[in-house]
């Protein structure tokens, strides 16, 4: 019964979620511009500033998520939400739709891992943005499951990056 609720409301989400994105950057093309005028395009290129950018105007938070999406499409197929983003934390959440059910009728655990990496590497790539001269890559994802997941689920990932120079 999911996958057929899926099939048929699926696509009206699809165009609901990219209806709010448009409308939340067409209101606030005003204040993007004026902060590209007043404190240059660079103001807007790490995700801290983006996100206390988004955090001070209207649909800020539809915008941010849909900022992510775009650069993470797989993430923005779960239909994640940024709630919260801080220094080395980030807060991700995520409803329960029929398109993202297992035949056991909770959510699939591809799903569940999507929202962790994505929360996970939202805060990572916060911690890395404070050093220039370092990359990453992640070598390993694993997940644990304890029971069938249901209704909003919320990610929280941590990232805490301890740099040690050797010269």
Excluded at 28 to 37: G, H, K, S, T, V
Excluded at 54 to 65: E, F, H, K, T, W
């Amino acid at each position: 019964m999911d996958a057929i609720k899926g099939f048929f409301i699926s696509p009206f989400y699809n165009i609901y979620t990219y209806g709010i994105f448009t409308i939340a950057v067409l209101i606030n093309i005003p204040a993007i511009i004026i902060r590209l005028i007043t404190k240059g395009p660079k103001s807007l290129r790490k995700v801290m500033d983006l996100y206390s950018f988004c955090q001070s105007i209207p649909l800020g938070r539809v915008l941010m998520s849909g900022c992510i999406g775009m650069f993470a499409p797989y993430t923005s197929s779960i239909g994640a939400s940024v709630e919260d983003i801080s220094n080395n934390k980030c807060i991700v959440t995520m409803n329960d739709y029929p398109w993202l059910r297992n035949p056991f009728q909770s959510l699939h655990a591809l799903a569940l891992g999507n929202l962790g990496e994505s929360a996970t590497g939202i805060a990572m790539i916060c911690q890395l943005e404070q050093y220039k001269h370092i990359k990453g890559i992640p070598i390993k994802i694993t997940s644990s499951y304890y029971k069938k997941a249901r209704g909003t689920i919320t990610a929280i990932g941590h990232a805490d990056l301890e740099v040690k120079i050797v010269l």
